[in-house]
């Protein structure tokens, strides 16, 4: 089914002057206008080379055209794609020519929000083309592309398919009331409920993988002042973009560096110097470093072999899913080997920043947290997935609560609607203009 009745236009790519670029159209005028330019009707999902002109019949450039029909197309409605040269003044000379036979300019996001609905991508599928294109990693891609694919969307719908399954078992209940008591004390429906909250716990926990693999794993680099932790920043990232200093305080503010190791994306923070200060300014950054361990993915404590014990205690506040890291720095002072052992929930690390000695050992263990799990599945989720699925765990969890207290098919039945709702929102089965609005607005134009 077609949503709209107008057509828009958008240059999706521009490649420079050497390159290719591409103007896009979509909508039911588009085979007036194919057929308009190319000088006769286009055959579809055909490579045409044509001489692409202006009203008044000037040469504009020569590149090719290809009409998709109707559903055969990305957006679910005629397509039409315009291959010319990659000169900006070119491809807007050729917008300019497609907005004049019929076409507006498209919206941002506007090309996948008619894809999706026109029911040819779900909405967690139409969001991990977004992600896709601003992926900043080899994993972050693949992982988006998989979502794209509909990886992510199976799973969330083999979840919905049996928790509709579920309710309808326990409204069943509710329109035979005098049975009603034995009906919802069936282990059968304990056990469903029971399977249902273990297989949503394990797609949480990938949805949250997810979510890093397309946000960058967030590393939080903590210690007391001149532990080394400006030193370890610039080995890890290949720079010198954190200043070192001999002097307590030098980091005021926190100071973040992207990184990509084989693929992975990482968002390092260095921070300041976790201490009691006088210095407001310092203060303030004291503050913010410890902000940056309630919110981290990995928290890296960076240390000296005298003060690591004492120091574990700026773990105080980190997030209970958090990695822990222990990296005892400076052993190119103490004399000791480059090596890691695993204590007391965290990976200690000895090693040298200034020397290099151990930091590729660490690089591998920032590796390994980040795809621990993942394997050739692993999907592109988004924060706001994230916490649909946490919401549906929690009614899940009031589901089981009424079932085995006051055995009320009604309120059990309500959570389940509301579970279903939740899971619903994040592939478009439920939704809202305003949710569409925020998602689709953050696409680039031509997409």
């Known amino acids: 089914m077609n949503h709209h009745d107008d057509t828009i236009a958008a240059i999706a790519t521009g490649a420079g002057a050497a390159g ?18 190319l000088g006769r009707e286009p055959t579809p999902r055909h490579a045409h080379f044509a001489a692409l002109r202006n009203d008044a019949g000037e040469l504009i450039d020569r590149g090719l055209l290809l009409f998709f029909p109707g559903n055969a197309s990305y957006t679910g409605e005629h397509t039409l794609e315009l291959q010319g040269h990659g000169s900006a003044v070119l491809l807007d000379a050729l917008l300019r020519r497609v907005i004049e036979l019929g076409a507006r300019l498209a919206r941002p996001g506007e090309f996948t929000e008619r894809a999706f609905l026109n029911g040819k991508l779900d909405l967690a599928q139409a969001e991990a083309v977004a ?17 794209m694919e509909g990886v992510f969307s199976a799973r969330v719908d083999d979840l919905l398919g049996d928790l509709i399954a579920l309710r309808v078992h326990v ?15 069936d282990p059968a429906i304990a056990a469903q409920l029971s399977s249902l909250r273990e297989r949503l716990a394990a797609l949480l926990v990938e949805a949250r993988r997810g979510v890093r693999l397309n946000d960058g794993i967030a590393v939080a680099i903590v210690g007391r002042p001149n532990a080394g932790k400006s030193s370890l920043m610039n080995a890890l990232s290949g720079t010198d973009r954190a200043i070192v200093t001999d002097i307590p305080g030098t980091t005021r503010d926190v100071l973040r560096e992207s990184v990509a190791i084989d693929g992975v994306s990482f968002e390092l923070a260095d921070t300041a110097g976790l201490r009691d200060s006088d210095d407001v300014v310092e203060q303030e950054g004291v503050r913010r470093a410890r902000a940056q361990l309630e919110s981290c993915d990995v928290a890296m404590l960076v240390t000296d072999a005298a003060n690591a014990e004492a120091d574990l205690a700026l773990f ?23 090596h890691s052992e695993s204590r007391d929930g965290a990976t200690w690390l000895w090693l040298s920043a200034k020397s290099g000695a151990g930091v590729d050992g660490l690089r591998e263990r920032l590796k390994t947290l980040a795809t621990a799990g993942a394997g050739e599945g692993a999907f592109s989720a988004r924060r706001r997935h994230v916490v649909a699925l946490e919401r549906v765990a929690a009614h899940l969890v009031h589901t089981d609560h009424v079932l085995q207290t006051t055995r009320s098919g009604e309120l059990a039945a309500e959570e389940l609607r509301h579970a279903q709702q939740e899971l619903g929102e994040i592939t478009g089965t439920y939704t809202s203009d305003d949710l569409l609005g925020a998602i689709f607005s953050s696409f680039c134009i031509g997409k």
Do not use: Q
């Open 20 to 37: 290719v670029g591409v103007v896009r159209v979509s909508g039911p005028r588009v085979p007036s206008i194919a057929s308009t330019l």
């Open 131 to 147: 992600d896709l294109v601003a992926a900043r990693s080899e994993a972050g891609a693949r992982a988006a592309l998989r979502s």
């Open 171 to 185: 409204e069943a209940a509710i329109d035979f009331p005098e049975e009603e008591i034995d009906f919802l004390a």
């Open 316 to 338: 105080e506040g980190l997030s209970e899913s958090a990695e822990r890291l222990v990296v005892i720095n400076k052993i190119d002072v103490a004399g000791s080997a480059a």
